[in-house]
């Protein structure tokens, strides 16, 4: 949601979309979808282009992997 909210508007969303390997008519519908955040948050395009490795390749940690690190300690 919080990746989908900073890319702010339509054309950066589909070519965002576009970069990440989504098909230009899949980036284009999605990308001018208008549903709100969270609605799109949970579609099938961000939950296929926007998986783990794209989060790790920015080097984001996983709060659920620190959290398991933890509680097992």
């Known amino acids: 949601m919080c990746q989908w909210k900073e890319w702010k508007k339509p054309k950066t969303k589909v070519r965002n979309l576009m970069g990440l390997g989504v098909p230009k008519q899949q980036a284009y519908k999605w ?18 282009t926007l998986t783990n490795s794209y989060w790790e390749s920015r080097r984001l940690k996983s709060l659920y992997v620190r959290y398991s690190q933890l509680r097992q300690t």
């Open 31 to 48: 990308g001018n979808s208008r549903k709100k955040y969270w609605g799109i948050a949970k579609s099938p395009i961000p939950l296929r």
